[in-house]
């Protein structure tokens, strides 16, 4: 989808599409994952590139490149009783702003969007901090949006993670 001036979207679609990544967030930071799986449609993509310049998750290297099947196993491990990383448990509190339409396509309503985030995780009286970029491909369904893509360019992609990445940014 060509870049379209951010301008042609509506103040209805720009307010729309920030909700849309707010209800986002607080499903995320309240650890509701049949609501946040139920965002994404039915071949929709969550996608972390390991390099910052990458345009596709296929076939390369990538911290997550995860579809609806690899998302609902990640949930199963994590909600795991014997789930031995998530004993102390987690949360998470995510911050998403900078919303921008980057386009829109007129016919469909499908849009594609960036955003700043935020995002502490606390877990084993310890925090870490994430920030970075989304991109989202939104698909416009009667329910409202979809996210056919959501990729997420971490500002420290290079840097080591001290324990395996179980949240979700």
């Not at 379209?4 to 209805?12: C, E, G, K, R, Y």
Request: with cysteine.
């Amino acid at each position: 989808m060509p870049k379209d001036n951010a301008l042609n979207s509506s103040a209805d679609t720009q307010r729309a599409v920030e909700q849309f990544l707010y209800n986002q967030a607080d499903i995320l930071d309240e650890r509701r994952w049949e609501d946040w799986l139920g965002l994404f449609t039915e071949d929709g993509k969550y996608w972390m590139p390991a390099d910052p310049e990458q345009e596709t998750g296929e076939r390369l290297p990538n911290i997550f490149y995860e579809d609806l099947y690899l998302m609902e196993m990640r949930i199963r491990r994590v909600e795991h009783p014997y789930a031995h990383s998530q004993l102390a448990g987690h949360r998470t509190s995510h911050v998403v702003s900078n919303v921008v339409i980057q386009s829109e396509d007129q016919a469909t309503g499908d849009v594609i969007c960036t955003s700043r985030f935020h995002m502490v995780e606390y877990r084993l009286e310890a925090q870490r901090y994430f920030g970075g970029k989304y991109t989202h491909t939104l698909k416009k369904t009667e329910d409202g949006y979809r996210i056919q893509l959501q990729r997420v360019g971490i500002a420290n992609v290079e840097g080591p993670f001290d324990h395996v990445m179980e949240v979700w940014l």
